[in-house]
């Protein structure tokens, strides 16, 4: 058994600051194996199609995001506690959406998800 668990959503003024957090557990992230999966927070916006927001390798080494959020979303991970963040700053209302966690083997699709967390940015 898989589970992505997401918090930290919430309610913010444009301009603030939110921190969501995901956290791994089940069989297939082992403090051992999570290192092994790469991570991503997507988001969903009502009547608009899911969008990849920012990536983490399994190592933590490596990092991308969204051009819609460059400069003002940070993904980072810690594998000792099988948990990665996504630290958001200068919230603009339209990043008002559901996010979602996501993990994948290597290169393979995004095979678990978490159940989202919201996040509504007011102007």
């Known amino acids: 058994q898989v589970q992505l668990v997401e918090s930290g959503g919430g309610l913010v003024q444009a301009g603030g600051s939110l921190r969501l957090s995901c956290a791994a557990s089940?069989?297939?992230?082992?403090?051992?194996?999570?290192?092994?999966?790469?991570m991503g927070w997507f988001r969903q916006a009502p009547g608009k199609e899911r969008e990849l927001v920012a990536t983490?390798?399994?190592?933590?080494?490596?990092?991308g995001v969204a051009e819609s959020v460059k400069g003002r979303f940070t993904i980072s991970r810690d594998n000792a506690e099988n948990t990665v963040y996504l630290q958001m700053n200068n919230l603009k209302p339209e990043d008002t959406a559901v996010y979602y966690c996501?993990?994948?083997?290597?290169?393979?699709?995004?095979?678990?998800w978490g159940q989202g967390t919201q996040v509504t940015v007011s102007s």
């Open positions: 996501a993990a994948r083997y290597g290169l393979a699709p995004w095979d678990y």
């Open positions: 089940g069989r297939t992230f082992s403090s051992r194996t999570f290192s092994s999966h790469s």
């Open positions: 983490v390798t399994g190592s933590g080494g490596g990092t």
